[in-house]
């Protein structure tokens, strides 16, 4: 497949701009929902990290366990139909391949690079791309300073998100290898975080950065929310939508990975 990834063409002349990204990890069934809502309204803002080593796994306690519900899923897409062109057009970036506890490999290098540079090497194999980010798998909290430092130096990846904590800001991330998102799509801010971001007049670079898990629409029914969201940020005249990797890619050389 080669690289078919829709980006806004940004370039940055100087002028302080408003960001907008999303991003949504797993790779989950789930997801096929809201990338339709995305193509819906032409939003290609946002990232989806997935694991390529755990295709067509089904988790079925997340949805007892964390949401005391049954009928909330945790399958992931198989490679056959991620091959039919779910993703088509968005990007998708490394979740690693078995969503391990990195921090356990740290005196592991091969083991590291196996996890997160295999789940790179998948991705490029399926979507004709070399990945340059990635989400932390189970949070920072399961990251070291030598993590960090090790995937740096074993892999291309150059940016992780991160979440276990969110700004509920729009400032920029310090360093792209701890890049903490405004907020989540669960939380209930989010619609007001979005009403001052549209109202900000910024004199320096702004980003909003929403993520979320796709099942995580099913358990508390934010569909309706997530699509509003879409609206609001796709139908503003002064905010760019950009993937995760885009907007790296527009400020790589201003933020230091760590």
Known sequence: MKDNRITSGTVRDGKPRKY???????????????TQICRDHNFY???FFINTGLFGANWPDVG??????????????????????????FDVQVHTLHHPC??????????L??????DADNIKRIFGYAPVGMSWPGSELNASETTIKKIIELTDIRYSRCAARATHDFSLPEQFMLWYPSCSLSEDCTNELAEQFLKLNPDR?????????AYELDA????????????LMSGAEDVICVSNTEFYELFKNEIPAY
């Open 102 to 111: 990195l921090v356990w490999y740290d005196d592991q290098p091969e083991k």
């Open 45 to 47: 803002g946002v990232t």
């Open 220 to 231: 508390f029914d934010t569909y309706g929310r997530l699509e509003r969201l879409i609206k």
């Open 20 to 34: 907008f990204t999303m991003s949504f990890d797993d790779g989950v069934t789930q997801d096929r929902r809201v």
């Open 64 to 89: 007892p366990s964390q949401f005391g519900r049954d009928d909330v899923t945790h399958i992931r897409f198989t490679e056959d139909e991620i091959k039919t062109g779910i993703y088509d057009g």
């Open 205 to 213: 670079d702004a980003v909003f950065y929403v993520w979320n898990h």
């Open 113 to 118: 690079r196996e996890e997160v540079g295999g």
